[in-house]
């Protein structure tokens, strides 16, 4: 059963245009959620993250959204660059303070 | 700060061999984690460790062993290694889940 979903593999866009990478979530527990980057031959880096008290979280060209009652993310990469095609991985955390659960990523391109 | 290291970077083994992925970290997290990642997929947890002495099974374990005498190293054992085990493995550590993973770079293992 899978807790956190990403249902688009990949994501082309134009640079300097916005990219929009969306997550489902189905466990109610969840009241974290983090989004992490991940490039080739590398390790995962953290990127951006939200508290489920918070609707919006913003760090300079990425923003991420939370619709809790659609128990829906998203995040907002604008204007996109070349150096961000990588893979995102959306993450959930709740109910306990050690584990997260990670959705299967979407492979963001962005052509210049 | 090096953060989360792995050893090593790749390696080859045959069918039947076993071998030691080593992971340290360095900033006293006491939660540590083993992940694979196959081709065009998302990460999977095979073990994780909430404390030196302390682990459990993640969602794919089989053919896998841990161990966790210190808070620093989170060794990844493959015992009878076979071809389904080709893969990309990531260790990484965490004070609390809120506050994302830390990953270290992977080791890509072949089986052949």
């Known amino acids: 059963d899978q807790q956190v979903k990403q249902n688009s593999p990949s994501l082309s866009v134009q640079e300097g245009r916005i990219s929009i990478l969306n997550c489902d979530y189905t466990n109610s527990m969840f009241d974290y959620f983090l989004w992490y980057k991940k490039y080739p031959a590398e390790g995962p880096t953290f990127l951006i993250s939200i508290s489920s008290i918070k609707d919006k979280n913003e760090d300079g060209r990425f923003t991420v959204f939370l619709n809790k009652s659609a128990k829906h993310l998203s995040l907002h990469i604008v204007p996109s660059q070349p150096g961000d095609s990588a893979v995102y991985f959306c993450a959930a955390s709740g109910g306990s303070n050690y584990k997260l659960t990670f959705g299967k990523g979407t492979l963001l391109t962005v052509n210049p | 700060n090096a953060g989360v290291t792995q050893t090593p970077k790749f390696r080859i083994l045959k069918i039947g061999q076993s071998m030691t992925l080593q992971c340290a970290q360095d900033?006293?997290?006491?939660?540590m984690y083993w992940y694979r990642q196959d081709p065009g997929m998302g990460l999977k947890l095979i073990y994780y460790s909430v404390g030196a002495g302390i682990t459990d099974k993640g969602e794919v374990p089989n053919g896998y062993n841990v161990s966790r005498s210190t808070t620093e190293d989170f060794p990844l054992r493959l015992e009878l290694a076979a071809p389904s085990q080709t893969s990309v493995y990531f260790c990484?550590?965490?004070?609390?889940?809120?506050?994302?993973?830390?990953f270290g770079s992977g080791t890509r293992l072949t089986v052949v």
């Open positions: 900033m006293n997290h006491n939660y």
């Open positions: 990484a550590s965490s004070l609390d889940s809120r506050y994302g993973y830390t």
